[in-house]
Structures are given as structure tokens and as C-alpha cells.
């Protein structure tokens, strides 16, 4: 993704470890875009109550709030890396540590990238944006 240079290197990621190989790094954007990507769920979740489909659900954009403020986690442009391709950690300005999530929207970013993966893996790739299996099998030919 381009890098939009100011005062913390964006774009920003949260990432959590492959669960085949932990050397690898799933990297999830996270966008302040909020209100462009609710459209965009919404509009998923119309197309499948069109479709018939009794519970619809859109699981490769999340929602959550970093830093005090909500940002959509983008699980349909996540890409694999390894600590190789990191720059740096995401600092919060106030504190000098490190931005966290809370522990149940991590597990939620986890559980639904962790299942769009499974699909994407299994032949669904339109999940996604990026060749996300020719990214990860060029990472475990350079590991």
C-alpha cells in the first residue's frame, strides 16, 4: 500500500502471527474511512438479503476504535509479510507505548481474517484484493 508519509508513517496495520508458520505476519489495514466503509457493508449486506440469505453478514470489514477513536479494520486487503517488511511499531503520541486494541475486538479481527483466509485458501480468492496465497508462498520460498 502507498505509504502516506506524516507524523507516524502510515498506513497503519494491525497484524497477528500465521498460525501455520509464526515467522509470517498477517497485516490488516485500518482505515479512519468509517463512513465510506459502513456504505460499503451496508451495501454487501443488502446484496445477500436480496440473494435470500436469512442471515447476512460481512466479515472482511470490522470495526473498532484505536487510540480513543473507531477506524474500519479492512480484512479484504490484508496481506501476508514478514518482520523483514515492518518499519515500525505504531506509537501513541501521548503515552511513548505501543497502540494496543482491546482484547475482544482482536479476537474478532483474528476470528474473521482467520476464516477469510480458510475460504481464500480453499479456491475463494475474490475475498480478497490482493494475490494474497502467490504473496505467501513467495514469503515461505524466501524464508
Known sequence: MQNKEGTHNRPCFYTFSDTQNPEILWCVPISSQVTKFRKIVEHKLAMQKNRGIASP???TIRFGRVMGK????LIQNMFPIT??????VYMDPNTKKPVTIEADLEKDICKNAQDIL????????????PDIRKIYADLIAEL
Do not use: S, T
Not at 70 to 73: L, P, R, S
Open 57 to 59: 453478514k460481512c466479515n
Open 118 to 129: 480458510k475460504l481464500v485458501f480453499h479456491g475463494h480468492e475474490y475475498l480478497v484484493f
Open 83 to 88: 518482520e523483514r517488511y515492518i518499519n515500525n
Open 70 to 73: 473507531e477506524k474500519a479494520f
